[in-house]
């Protein structure tokens, strides 16, 4: 079964910037689609930002400009570079793999951004 473990999440003044990472337990072949979602208090989960295999990418609107997705098969990572951030980003944030018709999801990290 893959698992994924996300690390990287903090506590960082608004402005900041944070790098979070997501290891898969093994290298991803085939088709897929990794991407990263957050859950706000009081709030549905959302997506921030996916890549695919083929390195397509989208951000949510809300993000544009200051996060970054990116990939590393070769080291089974995805990485989410936020810059710039704001308070409205505090959120617990999901790496996530669609793959085979299955999603799998990680622990999640905590990102809490101080006004």
């Known amino acids: 079964q893959v698992q994924l473990a996300e690390s990287g999440g903090g506590l960082v003044q608004a402005g900041g910037s944070l790098r979070l990472s997501c290891v898969t337990s093994?290298?991803?072949?085939?088709?897929?689609?990794m991407g990263w979602y957050r859950q706000a208090p009081g709030k549905q989960r959302e997506l921030v930002a996916s890549i695919t295999s083929g390195s397509t990418i989208n951000y949510a609107d809300s993000v544009k400009g200051r996060f970054t997705i990116s990939r590393d098969n070769a080291k089974n990572t995805v990485y989410l570079q936020m810059n710039s951030l704001k308070p409205e980003d505090t959120a617990v944030y999901y790496c996530n793999l669609q793959i085979f018709q299955r999603t799998y999801w990680g622990q999640g990290t905590q990102v809490t951004v101080s006004s």
């Open positions: 093994g290298r991803i072949f085939g088709i897929n689609t």
